[in-house]
């Protein structure tokens, strides 16, 4: 008993922890990410999906890119962004922080010329463009621009040049692609080859922020900037239709477009040695000019800056951080949708991606660890056989493993290669499989020892066939755990839930039956003797129970559609299939209990309540109902939460050992006694070969005598008074079970259930005044001490006789048994 008693606490201690263990998971983890604001608004998207997508918080604060390269140098953000090559100056070239090649973006050159026809766009060569930047060619009609532009030849208005700092990412851009166009049109002594150059023409004017140039180039005729390619859609939309986005020329002479397909193009076609030249420490990539066809010549990219020596002191933080980075990199939706470029599956893209692969935290390599980790450029090294991956970012714990479909399992893989046995080779199933085993064994050997020695007294006065019943469910209730342990079919878990519910309607019922049989039996006689509380009544009404049971346990299953499904794990991105109700789509099921469930649920629970009610009535005979109690410790672990594996787990080997434990020990607890007693019983009847001691009831005496199973119970009212200053007397009703050895003594106030053996009884000199013509005997228990007095000396005498005989019997026993048999209280029913 005290086992259980543990076994409950234990599992409320599990609870605890659990809970525990829980609330610390909910610590989230936040990831900063800011700088530049060029890219601002697809990071801020991807910053916002990946943070409701995970349990953890990006946040993306846009600055400029001095601040990505600082603070992400200082420890301050974990992803910097900048549009600028490294400052190498404040940050070393040393590695100390990288560029890694992000999102890709164009730089339009933006006029506003007015009367121009609604659709065309100026064709701003590669010989005229940089001179439009260095004021050689500053009127709207210069004949260099006309002739590219015929419809340019009436516009007599000076070109406002609105130009931003010099220290702007995108004026850093800029000069440097008409660097490289004076340097492909073999431009004599081009002033962008200093880098000191600035745009400070008469004709222009300093804009403060781009934002600013932007709405100054939509508003005043005859002005003109660059833009990056989202700027200038907000400059057209602002404007009154003058204003538009003028074609760039390509190294072979085309004007092209900026759109996705041109910069896509350029992006793509980055040469190799390129990109394997490219020094992340320094400059990284920014300005393309790509030969291929069709690319667009003022492409742009913009980077990332981590401290690869150390993302975060954090693993988690460097984990979730570099998870981001690949996340935003491998969903091209939060470039395109803002007008960016994506590098995802570009040379680019994926240098970025082995790179950031090859970061380690204090030599722990994170990436790679699970078959889970793709590859840069999407594929896996070992894809899913037969399933997925539940995580599409790699750095996953080394335990991630695909999500098998239905049928297949991971044992010795983890790529879902393997078909899932009907005994799946895995360590819970084994601990079930002993369970099973185990219980089948001990029940099934009580079984047969229960109809062996049924003829033996002590069994008979179990009444053996109800006991049987009680075994029986018992056996399948072990039997339930084999459905338990296979692995989960429409059919095991059907079967499961039926057997298991047909068990406890057995087990339960039965208990409660023959405890309201010895209520009545002790309470009721008359009724008692009717007859209606014969075994075969009560084996009849515990199987209605039992199979009122099963017919509600059956409906349920069928109804809520019971059978494999796919269960989520909280805290690593595993899947398992177990047992359940069909969830409706949005898994919204699970939380919402079935009503049938509930009458499933609710049935049993009036089972349990039944028998602890029967078992309160005959509360002196309680310590027999103790399953009663074990039911609570079911229950704690039903109600124990099972989404992380281990939970799983547990409560998995958990209920098959409750199951285990109820169908092994609480027999051994009713019964054992019994029928180890009826072995030793057995043993001393063949040596003497004589009938056992059996008392005849009294049919010449007053004596009430009840039938209790197959043995005979003597009743006798009596006065009772303890032996002790002060006492008074009360009345009470002792019950003899000669053959059983078995005494009961109801008081008022308290019920004791004994051996009768236990007691010692002696006869009390009547010389005192009061005494006189009473029949009394003193009866001691432990340390109490009553007196009892009989009505009839006869009565008296009777009860002497019995008792005589109980130690007589017991004394037999004893001898023959060394004493394998406890003393103390023995089993009624
Ligand atoms: C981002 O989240 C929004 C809203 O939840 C969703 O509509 C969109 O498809 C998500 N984008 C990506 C790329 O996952
Ligand atoms: C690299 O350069 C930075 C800035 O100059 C310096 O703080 C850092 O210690 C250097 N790291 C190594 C490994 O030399
Ligand atoms: C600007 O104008 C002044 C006189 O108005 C002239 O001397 C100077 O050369 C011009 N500068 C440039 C860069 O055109």
Redesign the pocket.
Known sequence: MHRFILASRLSAFVVVLLTAVSAQRAHGVVIKVGGASFPSAPYTNAARNFSSENPVTVAYSGSNSGTGQKNAFNGEFQVGASDVPITTSL??S?G?IIALPAIAGGLVVTYNVPGLPKGLQLKFSRQVLPRIFDGSVSMWNDPLLVADNPSLAEKNAKIIVITRSSGSGSTLFFKKSLKLMDASSKYPSSPYENPKFTFNMNNSVMAATTDSAAVIVGSFPYTLTYLSQNEAAVARASSNGDCSTALAQHLNGDFIPCNLNSLGLAVKNVPQDNIDSLNYNSEGLDTLDVDVPGAYPLTIISNFILRPSEVSSDKAVTVWALKFIWYFISHPEFATSQTFVSLYQTPIGERTLSRISSITQRDEVLYGNSVCDPLPDGSYLHPCVNGFCEDLNPFQDSSAQCTCEYGFGNYDHSDCSEVTPYFAPVWTSYVKYFFMATAVLVVGGMISQLIRMKADPDVKAMSPPCCAFILSGFLLAAISILFHAASPTHGTCVAHIVTASIAFGMVFSMIFLKSIRIYFIFRYTRLARLGIFKDAVLIALASIFAIIDGIIAGIYTQVDKVGPRIQDLAGSSKEVWVCAVESDGEGSSRSTISTLLIVLLAFNGLLVVLCLMAGHLTRSASRKFDESKKIWSMSVMLGLPSDTEAMLNLKNVLFSGTVWLLSILSPIILFGPSLLGSLQTHARESSLGQNTGSIQSGENSDWKTAEVGKSTALLFNVGVKAMKALAIWDTALIILMPDMNMAFIMKSETHIFTKFSRCKVKPVATTTKDAQGTFRLEMVLDKNSDLLEFATKEKMDEFRSIHTQCIVNNNMKREENSGLRKHGSRSVA
């Open positions: 940050y070393g040393n100390t």
